[in-house]
């Protein structure tokens, strides 16, 4: 440790990973210098000319409103470039909690600094969730290198990040619907949905026609897709009046004539017995596995509630709601977004593609679950297990 002049040390040029300085919190530091207690040291970097601040920027200004000259410093070698990814990491167990701006802030300096290391080192170095660290990748399009380096140490292709105007929702153009088929007179205009296959919605029409019934189940077994697919091209089916509300576990109705030129048509036997349920990939849920799926709505629930929370403090904060006044609405909100994240991660997407739901105590993939939520199916599946 060493005691350095407060005007040798610099903290411009981007070395900085929050935001901004709250006033609050150095004056009540520089009252307890003015006390003469000492603060923990600060982190700074040289390399024999400069000397750059890497943690303790509060403490710093702090000093110098206490009218000191010099402050306490634990001195590393290393270049500016090592105090900022010092400085990415600072915070995460002590001084003032980060907000949501900082911790952005500090994920965005380490990809520049080092755009070699993965998703996962990054999140790991910050102090925040991987999926964090791939939301800013892709709504910033921030670029990292062709291969990256992981936490074990071995390099790896890095995955493609999606410029802004290919995340769903953002700039896609809208898709061409087809026209239905012939004897639909009756049916309403079609309405655009960017989120559904149009031509998966005709193979469903044809599906109606061939069976005279209308269900996911049916859906998911004759075009071995999962229910959140199946249950999207219903909806739009609903939307175009081609068939009725939902009736429970009953087939819905169908209000419209397809060109069949007959009624509908009587169940199949084959669709008298219970329909295999397939996951979300369009895979079929061994029996064993069914309750742990049925449970997905627990893990929703819980995602819900997350959600009503951080909309009643993003109304408090926008209002000046009174009873919130002591909330650090960033803190509180970004810890929300890390909850949702992590929670969304576990809830049941897919069948391992590995031990096939045998819960193998061989199975890393999937951790002896015989199931992967949808974070671990796009991040760590290749792509020939996923046909």
Not at 1 to 14: A, C, N, P, S
Not at 321 to 336: Q, R, W
Request: charged share 25%; with cysteine; proline share 6%.
């Amino acid at each position: 440790m060493q005691e350095l002049l407060i005007e040798t040390i610099r903290t411009d040029g981007g070395v900085q990973s929050r935001e901004r300085i709250t006033e609050e919190y150095v004056a009540e530091l520089a009252d307890v210098i003015k006390a003469g207690k000492k603060l923990p040291p600060i982190e700074v970097y040289g390399d024999g000319g400069e000397v750059w601040a890497a943690d303790g920027f509060h403490r710093l200004v702090a000093h110098q409103r206490a009218g000191k000259r010099t402050i306490r410093c634990n001195v590393h070698r290393g270049t500016k470039a090592d105090a900022v990814w010092a400085s990415c990491a600072a915070n995460q167990e002590h001084g003032l909690r980060r907000g949501r701006g900082d911790i952005e802030r500090a994920v965005k300096m380490a990809i520049e600094v080092k755009p070699g290391l993965s998703q996962e080192a990054i999140a790991l170095h910050v102090g925040c969730s991987r999926d964090w660290v791939n939301r800013l990748c892709t709504v910033h399009n921030l670029k990292r290198a062709d291969k990256v380096t992981g936490k074990d140490g071995k390099e790896y292709p890095a995955r493609r990040i999606r410029p802004p105007w290919e995340v769903e929702g953002q700039g896609v153009a809208p898709r061409q619907i087809p026209p239905l088929p012939a004897g639909n007179a009756t049916v309403p205009p079609p309405q655009t949905r960017s989120d559904v296959d149009e031509t998966m919605v005709g193979q469903c029409i044809e599906i109606i026609k061939e069976t005279g019934r209308a269900s996911t189940s049916s859906f998911q077994r004759r075009m071995r897709i999962g229910y959140t697919t199946a249950a999207r091209i219903m909806d739009v089916l609903e939307e175009r009046g081609i068939v009725g509300p939902a009736n429970g576990s009953e087939p819905r109705e169908v209000l419209v004539d397809l060109g069949t030129g007959t009624s509908p048509s009587p169940v199949p036997a084959d669709d008298q017995n219970p329909p295999a349920r397939m996951d979300d990939v369009g895979k079929p849920i061994p029996d064993h596995l069914l309750p742990l799926f049925d449970r997905g709505q627990e893990v929703q629930a819980l995602l819900s509630q997350i959600s009503s929370m951080k909309g009643l403090l993003k109304r408090a904060e926008e209002s000046g709601d009174v009873l919130y006044a002591d909330v650090n609405f960033n803190s509180a909100l970004a810890a929300l977004q890390t909850a949702y994240a992590d929670i969304k991660a576990t809830k049941p997407f897919a069948v391992c593609p590995w031990c096939h739901g045998t819960f193998s105590d061989q199975c890393r993939g999937c951790d002896h679950r015989g199931v992967l939520g949808e974070y671990r199916w796009n991040t760590t599946v290749q792509r020939e297990l996923k046909g």
